[in-house]
């Protein structure tokens, strides 16, 4: 499977950016997809994950109520769509495919990771 993010740019606080990530390869429909960031001088963290048929999404706590990840298995592409983005949000963020069925906060249940994409948010 191989992941190609896209969308990241500069948005302003308070206003909304959409990422995506198409997928290559295998089913796509099969794979979780996850969103993870890695903001500058910090460690990768986990954003938000939806499952195969898309019926099932968990966000972390900091963008529960702001972010929305939703996927379209015909395009192969899963979507993070970032509404009232903060300074705090700003960090290059990744896509992750995987099929093991728990702990999808964690990195290393991912089996393949996009490139990534930079999002800056600007007061």
């Known amino acids: 499977v191989q992941l190609q993010a896209s969308g990241g740019g500069l948005v302003q606080a308070g206003g909304s950016l959409r990422l995506s990530c198409a997928a290559s390869?295998?089913?796509?429909?099969?794979?979780?997809m996850g969103w993870f960031r890695q903001a500058p001088g910090k460690e990768r963290e986990f954003v938000g994950v939806i499952n195969g048929n898309g019926g099932y999404t968990y966000y972390t706590d900091s963008v529960k109520g702001r972010f929305t990840i939703t996927r379209d298995n015909a395009k192969n592409t899963v979507y993070l769509q970032m509404r009232s983005p903060k300074i705090e949000d700003t960090a290059v963020y990744y896509c992750a495919a995987g099929e093991y069925p728990s702990d999808l906060d964690l990195e290393d249940v991912y089996d393949y990771w996009g490139q990534g994409t930079v999002v800056t948010v600007s007061s």
């Open positions: 390869g295998r089913t796509f429909s099969s794979y979780n």
